[in-house]
T-cell receptor, first 111, second 113 residues
Framework: QKEVEQDPGPLSVPEGAIVSLNCTYSNSAFQYFMWYRQYSRKGPELLMYTYSSGNKEDGRFTAQVDKSSKYISLFIRDSQPSDSATYLCAMSVYNFNKFYFGSGTKLNVKP | EPEVTQTPSHQVTQMGQEVILRCVPISNHLYFYWYRQILGQKVEFLVSFYNNEISEKSEIFDDQFSVERPDGSNFTLKIRSTKLEDSAMYFC???????????FGEGSRLTVL
């Protein structure tokens, strides 16, 4: 079983839609959870970071962590064509020695 | 805004040659990492570095790979004898002590011919 599972997509939505991106994980020791946006041939850009269960909101983005189900989500409200990118989830145990990445979900927001 | 910088942005080399990829992490960060991403594939962990020593390394990070922090600002990845399968985008990342927020550079694209 992979440490982190993420649906690769692609996910295609119209502009203005609410987007839901998800990851599941198997290691209950994961405590820190991140979402990254990666444009083609660029480095991953940190979008959201959380270390607890529950919701965290930043502008149009909401990160949700459910440790009991080992499930994390990223919601994008009022999606824009500029949101078209690959979204990566990542997570770590307490010591930050290694961050485990999902395979990424490719999102296309159509004008 | 502070950022992780990497050089070169693209390097082409012949199989068997040595390559050094350079990174300048964010200045107050203490954890340093190298990841790589083969085109179209997932981001893979190579190595983490803290307090001037390797914290953890993956099975990819064999004897052909080494890391060094030669001074107070640079963090380097050396591949001694490159193979075709080393062709990938190599990302340097850094993290501040205790936060877990991981910031990436723009990457160095390595092409091995």
């Amino acid at each position: 079983q992979k440490e982190v599972e993420q649906d690769p997509g692609p996910l295609s939505v119209p502009e203005g839609a609410i987007v839901s991106l998800n990851c599941t994980y198997s290691n209950s020791a994961f405590q820190y959870f991140m979402w990254y946006r990666q444009y083609s041939r660029k480095g991953p850009e940190l979008l959201m970071y959380t270390y607890s269960s529950g919701n965290k909101e930043d502008g149009r983005f909401t990160a949700q962590v459910d440790k009991s189900s080992k499930y994390i989500s990223l919601f994008i409200r009022d999606s824009q064509p500029s949101d078209s990118a690959t979204y990566l989830c990542a997570m770590s145990v307490y010591n930050f020695n290694k961050f485990y990445f999902g395979s990424g979900t490719k999102l296309n927001v159509k004008p | 805004e502070p950022e992780v910088t990497q050089t070169p942005s693209h390097q082409v080399t012949q199989m068997g040659q040595e390559v050094i990829l350079r990174c300048v992490p964010i200045s107050n960060h203490l954890y340093f990492y190298w990841y790589r991403q083969i085109l179209g594939q997932k981001v893979e962990f190579l190595v983490s570095f803290y307090n001037n020593e390797i914290s953890e390394k993956s099975e990819i990070f064999d004897d052909q790979f080494s890391v060094e922090r030669p001074d107070g600002s640079n963090f380097t990845l050396k591949i001694r004898s490159t193979k075709l399968e080393d062709s990938a985008m190599y990302f340097c990342a850094s993290s501040e002590l205790g936060t877990g927020e991981l910031f990436f550079g723009e990457g160095s694209r390595l092409t091995v011919l």
